[in-house]
């Protein structure tokens, strides 16, 4: 049987559902195989979404339309404005999620929406002519192993940790996604017969423990903020339908505990049962987020770190404890939980493990995350080596946007450094070289002060809109928004105060959205009085990298021939050429950003692609 569609999406993970969900926003139709439907959604680490960085992509993806914003807000259990103490560019929004809620929530999304199609199964080939995609074969789960062949102009391929995913738990070895689900162990050769080359990344996560059996009020208090702010713009206006009211569901508090000397030294003990000291495993992880017995080797001198012990669910006594994650043995973490105060005698519930998996080396996508080997197939989430469900998200959306585009024979579209933090990473993605997981930091972003939580819709939605992704309902909220900044600003520039005008008083330290309220009067929305207020606040820098993007904008957005031979280009020095044959840049821009490729080597391509 064959079926066609317009879009297939292979994966329900964060960046498969976010495909699915943008490409039917633009009209697609779609078909999202995954190899167990009532996982989509899962969260197989830490259940929290967002956080620094993070926060600023759920924003933007909520910006443009997404699923994610939307499900943490009906799901969240503790919400968190990161950074209040520090400037509004680096602040944060983060919430812990019910986890089972917050995968029931994602599949009631996408089963609801006509155009998306849910298929069980694993995607075991993909059809193409020559170098374009045509679709996948699909081995489907029912028990009987039958055969079904979809067709579609583009794919996307979300795969996860589950490319011969292999988890480690001391020498316990176990093939493996994630705890209990399978891995996909052909989709690696047929990546590799289309001529792709792969990698290997791993991650991990610590144990959780039996919330009954934890001494919680002997412990310190973790609390979430007392008026919690929602991510999703909808929600602010009682527009999200699956969350009716905010905060949605009952509020928790989390605990902290800390490791101690005796537990380090029990750690050091114990290295060599630890996958990664022994050898068992040699790909690379996340150094932000390391395992405990990392942090015990690197940071010799330090006798304690804090462990957050936070409830996963209101529907089970999971607790994630968030700071030990760890693959050494069972036995070996129990004696550690053991030993923390508080966890004395607490029960593991499942101990930690880490897990390796094949990815793709991004210098194989464009900024779209279509392969530059075969047209129409795009990559999305940790397959493009990033870590973390926020990253998956935002890549997905722009992987789903573009699928929907090339398959009605419309042009691509990507996200600037200066646009979104969905943007940074794309430009990241593809301009370097992976050497651990990839995930975002303030830091990345040159031009973070505009790229801010609190001005995402306004950055992103008027673009979502011409792009199809955005509803009636929710460019309503925005043009609501948009009056609204429109008015404040107004009276910003005309009112005086005491013969003072109020354009330079917000300006002075300490001038808060309240004393903006006091002076202007009126009945307008916490968010509008606040980015209105930062942007005045940040006008003088803003104003300067504004012009700093246009002035570069001309050799920032240049494109380069397609297909241009970089070893027919008289004079660039080797290690110049090596990058851009490997990367094979679109624009200026990108080239300039390849390590090893300096402004004289840009000046010879300049030249040699004004003669091609
Ligand atoms: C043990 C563990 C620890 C982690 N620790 C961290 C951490 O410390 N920090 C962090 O930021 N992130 C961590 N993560 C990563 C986080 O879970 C991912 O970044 C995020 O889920 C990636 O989203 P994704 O959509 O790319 O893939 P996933 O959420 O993994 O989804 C992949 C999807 O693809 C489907 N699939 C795979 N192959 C096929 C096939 N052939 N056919 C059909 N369907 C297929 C699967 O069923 C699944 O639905 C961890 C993940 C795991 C498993």
């Known amino acids: 049987m064959i079926d066609r569609f317009d879009v297939i999406v292979v994966g329900g993970g964060h960046a498969g559902a976010e495909a699915a969900w943008a490409a039917a926003n633009t009209g697609a139709s779609v078909a999202l ?153 052909t989709m690696s050769e047929t990546l590799r017969d289309l001529g792709f080359v792969l990698s290997r990344l791993k991650t991990g996560t610590p144990p959780r423990l039996r919330r009954s059996t934890i001494d919680w009020e002997s412990l310190d208090q973790q609390l979430g903020d007392a008026a919690p702010q929602p991510f999703s713009d909808l929600t602010l206006e009682g527009l999200n339908s699956a969350a009716t009211q905010f905060p949605m569901i009952e509020q928790v508090e989390c605990r902290i505990t800390s490791t101690n000397a005796e537990i380090h030294d029990l750690i050091r003990d114990n290295l060599h049962l630890a996958p990664m000291y022994n050898g068992q495993i040699d790909s690379a992880g996340p150094r932000y987020c390391p395992s405990i017995e990392d942090k015990v080797v690197r940071f010799e001198d330090r006798h304690s770190h804090h462990v957050f012990l936070e409830p996963e669910s209101h529907r089970d006594e999971s607790v994630y404890c968030n700071g030990i994650s760890t693959s050494l043995p069972a036995a070996v973490q129990a004696e550690i939980v053991r030993r923390l105060p508080g966890c004395e005698r607490a029960e593991i519930l499942r101990p930690g493990y880490a897990v390796e998996y ?33 990253e998956a998200a935002g890549q997905g959306v722009l992987a789903g946007l573009n699928a929907s585009r090339l398959a009605r024979g419309e042009s691509p579209v990507l ?76 009276l910003i520039d005309s009112t005086k105060i005491e013969g003072e005008r109020l354009s330079a008083l917000v300006k002075r330290p300490g001038f808060s959205p309240e004393d903006l309220v006091e002076s202007i009067g009126g009945q307008y929305r916490a968010a509008s009085l606040f980015t209105a207020l930062t942007e005045r ?76």
């Open 415 to 490: 996200l600037g450094r200066d646009e979104a933090f969905i943007g940074v990473m794309m430009d990241d993605l593809v301009t370097k070289t992976p050497v651990e997981p990839y995930r975002m930091f303030t830091s990345r972003a040159e031009h973070r002060l505009s790229l801010r939580a609190d001005n995402a819709a306004d950055r992103l939605t008027p673009l979502g809109r011409e792009l199809g992704l955005i509803d009636d309902a929710r460019w309503d909220v925005w043009t609501r928004r948009h009056k609204e900044m429109n008015e404040i600003n107004g």
């Open 537 to 612: 606040q940040y006008e003088g820098y803003l104003v300067r990298q504004r012009a700093e993007v246009r002035r570069h904008a001309e050799m920032e957005h240049r494109r380069i021939p397609v297909g241009l031979d970089f070893s027919r280009v008289v004079g660039l020095r080797t290690e110049a050429r090596e990058a851009l044959t490997r990367f094979q840049p679109h624009t200026f821009g990108q080239a300039s950003r390849l390590e090893g490729v300096t402004p004289s080597d840009l000046s010879l391509i300049l030249l040699e692609s004004r003669r091609s």
């Open 358 to 390: 094949d990815m793709v080396p991004p210098h194989q996508i464009d900024a779209t995350c279509m392969t530059k080997r075969i047209a129409g197939l795009f990559l999305a989430g940790q397959i493009n080596g990033t870590s973390g469900y926020e």
């Open 33 to 185: 195989v995954t190899l167990d439907p009532s996982k989509m959604g899962a969260m197989p680490c830490n259940p929290s979404i967002g956080g620094l960085a993070k926060g600023q992509i759920v924003r933007e993806i909520d910006a443009l339309g997404g699923l994610m914003g939307l499900a943490a807000d009906a799901t969240g259990i503790m919400f968190k404005m990161l950074n209040t103490s520090r400037g509004p560019a680096v602040r944060g929004p983060r919430c812990q999620c019910d986890k089972h809620a917050y995968a029931e929530v994602i599949q009631s999304m996408l089963y609801r929406r006509d155009e998306i199609t849910v298929i069980a199964g694993s995607v075991e080939s993909i059809l193409h002519t020559e170098a374009r995609v045509r679709g996948v074969t699909v081995r489907i789960s029912n028990g009987s192993d039958d055969m079904r062949t979809l067709e579609a102009p583009a794919v996307v391929l979300t795969t996860g940790t589950f490319m011969r995913g292999l988890m480690h738990c001391g020498e316990e070895r176990t093939a493996g996604g994630r705890h209990g689900e399978a891995a996909s162990n």
